[in-house]
């Protein structure tokens, strides 16, 4: 989860991010700054806001920052990523690949 405290850590590749996906004309362009951001072990805040300059739409982005970490508060996400299936929650002890061998049951 990240806390809409500008300056905390990740808040402005999130608001970078959720900038991309109001402004994006395809969703092709957001799964690409998706893994553009998320892929690379090592972060690079300012490389990538050079690759996917905003003019001013980070900002804008303040009430969806809101609205997501209002959600995630009423959801109890405390992690990224949380994965449910039929409504119930993976333990983190679980990673996705996990799913298989309770769905073969």
């Known amino acids: 989860m990240v806390p809409n405290v500008p300056g905390e850590k990740y808040h402005t590749a999130a608001s970078h991010l959720m900038a991309i996906a109001q402004t994006a004309t395809e969703q092709a362009q957001v799964q690409q ?10 972060k690079n805040y300012e ?3 050079t690759q996917y300059p905003l003019n001013g739409a ?4 303040a009430p969806a920052i809101t609205a997501m970490e209002q959600w995630t508060k009423a959801n109890d996400i405390r992690y990224t990523p949380t994965i449910f299936y039929n409504g119930y929650e993976l333990p983190p002890e679980y990673d996705l690949e996990d799913l298989s061998y309770f769905l073969q049951e």
Not at 33 to 42: C, F, S
Not at 58 to 61: H, N, R
Request: negative net charge; proline residues 12%.
């Open 58 to 61: 980070v900002a804008a982005a």
């Open 33 to 42: 700054a998706l893994d553009d951001w998320y892929l690379p072990p090592q």
């Open 47 to 49: 490389a990538f806001a």
